[in-house]
């Protein structure tokens, strides 16, 4: 008896990716598992990122344009989701990349656990040099997500209909609040410890410098978790400590 195997629709951001999508997407290609559709949302780009695109003959990848920049990944990524046909979703921005065996072990591992969302380890890069792996919890619970956003985005895949449930929401640190309102879904999130993907660090960028999150975090914790000012005070000085006495990511 032939089983169909589950589709994974990824969802790529491009704004002005021309220098590094191709790798971003070649690793899609280079993928062991193969029922995959990439859906690529260019937000306005200015250089040549839609030539680029346009030189992959492969019908899995399809290409959508925002008509207005948007100036955050919200909404290509959401724009994504609407288009997604899978059966899980995963991310991957344009400047990042996967191992070949990302998908078909995560996937594996997913249906193994019965998880429906996971995660899994990845290396920071910087300067095209592997700086170090970070590595998430192999389980992490709502409560857990609150103190240290395990889930690296280029890493999440999640079952789709738990994501179309909610979308990004336009904050700042947009997959942070998902994560926190697809976990109160599905209880946990499957933490892989294999290192399946490569994450590019932009210096000065809001992430590349963990304690200027504390301000987004503030906001999803009162705006997005309705949470009271004490205890998003409470979770912002939990999150400090941890990245500062235990380095978390």
Avoid at 20 to 45: G, H, M, P, R
Avoid at 66 to 77: T, Y
Avoid at 166 to 190: N, Q, R, S, T
Wanted: charged fraction near 20%; proline fraction near 4%.
């Amino acid at each position: 008896m032939c089983v169909t195997k589950p589709l994974v629709s990824i969802i790529m951001p491009c704004f002005n990716a021309s220098l590094f999508i191709t790798k971003a997407i070649e690793s899609v290609i280079q993928q062991t598992y193969s029922n995959w559709e990439l859906i690529i949302i260019d937000d306005c780009s200015l250089d040549r990122s839609l030539e680029v695109i346009g030189n992959y003959d492969d019908n899995r990848i399809s290409t959508y344009m925002l008509s207005v920049n948007s100036g955050s990944p919200a909404a290509p990524r959401n724009l994504g989701i609407k288009k997604a046909k899978g059966d899980y979703i995963a991310f991957l921005d344009a400047d990042d990349s996967w191992y070949p065996e990302k998908i078909e072990l995560q996937l594996n591992r997913m249906l193994r656990k019965q998880a429906d969302f996971s995660c899994t380890s990845y290396n920071l890069i910087k300067e095209g040099k592997v700086v170090s792996c970070y590595k998430p919890p192999k389980s992490a619970t709502y409560d857990d997500l609150l103190i240290n956003n395990s889930v690296g985005c280029l890493t999440a895949m999640v079952r789709t209909d738990f994501v179309k449930k909610h979308m990004f929401p336009v904050c700042g640190h947009e997959d942070f609040a998902l994560w926190l309102k697809v976990i109160k879904d599905c209880g946990y999130v499957l933490g892989i410890q294999e290192c399946l993907a490569n994450y590019n660090v932009v210096e000065g960028s809001v992430s590349s410098s963990k304690h200027k999150l504390i301000p987004y975090f503030w906001h999803i914790y009162r705006n997005e978790e309705n949470m009271s000012i004490a205890d998003s005070l409470y979770y912002c000085a939990r999150y400090f400590f941890n990245v500062v006495f235990f380095k978390y990511r």
